[in-house]
């Protein structure tokens, strides 16, 4: 079974503070994705790394695929409390649409 | 982007009575539909992959009896819960992609069964 492992599982910081996410794993991913999701609501896409080492930014994030395709990390600059929510990554290995999701981090931002 | 309609977005319902929910894909056509189960302060789980025209695929303890599954046109999938029992409350996803591209999520149905 292919497993995410997503870390930390909770966060509560105060705006303006940096924080980074983990997502591992001990396979090997075409792709990988990260997600938010807020109460109440699906998930919402924010990016998707496919290329080993590649870095991608989006405003205050920045997600990074490891090199080996294992791995991933989302780091967020100047946290905001607008960035609350549930942050999730996914993989999918075959291709398929059929995504295995981390256990996802709850992240507070507190004014 | 492309759109994946939910409803309803809520249902509240009694115990014993069966519950139906509707996945649209609003502007593609999605060969595969994916639902998902999610629990409180939980992340995602896979119940069951949804081709158009075939019988569901069920992850391991799915029940299939329990969680009747039809997609029927490549712009309709159908979760019913069956016989709902409290424990099957939940917030119930779907996701619809099209061949060789990304899934899109629905918003989301909450079932309370009491």
């Known amino acids: 079974t292919q497993l995410l492992e997503q870390s930390p599982q909770f966060l509560s910081i105060q705006e303006g503070e940096n924080l980074t996410v983990y997502c591992n794993s001990s396979s090997v991913f075409s792709s990988l994705q990260w997600y938010r999701q807020e109460p109440g609501e699906g998930p919402v896409l924010l990016v998707t790394v496919v290329t080993g080492g590649e870095v991608k930014k989006l405003k205050r994030l920045t997600f990074q695929f490891g090199d080996a395709r294992k791995d991933s990390s989302l780091h967020i600059t100047a946290a905001q409390p607008g960035d609350t929510g549930l942050y999730l990554c996914a993989a999918d290995s075959s291709n398929t649409g059929k995504l295995i999701f981390g256990q996802g981090t709850t992240l507070q931002v507190k004014p | 982007g492309a759109v994946v309609s939910q409803h309803p977005s809520r249902v509240i319902c009694k115990s014993g009575t069966s519950v139906k929910i509707e996945c649209r894909s609003l502007d593609f056509q999605a060969t595969t539909m994916f639902w998902y189960r999610q629990f409180p302060k939980q992340s995602l789980m896979l119940m069951a992959t949804?081709?158009?025209?075939?019988?569901?695929?069920?992850e391991q303890g799915v029940e299939k009896d329990k969680f009747l599954i039809n997609h029927a046109s490549l712009t309709l999938s159908t979760l019913t819960v069956t016989s709902a029992h409290p424990e099957d409350s939940s917030f119930y996803i779907c996701?619809?992609?099209?061949?060789?591209?990304?899934?899109?999520f629905g918003q989301g149905t909450r079932l309370t069964v009491v």
């Open positions: 996701s619809a992609r099209m061949a060789g591209t990304e899934a899109f």
């Open positions: 949804s081709n158009e025209g075939s019988k569901a695929t069920y």
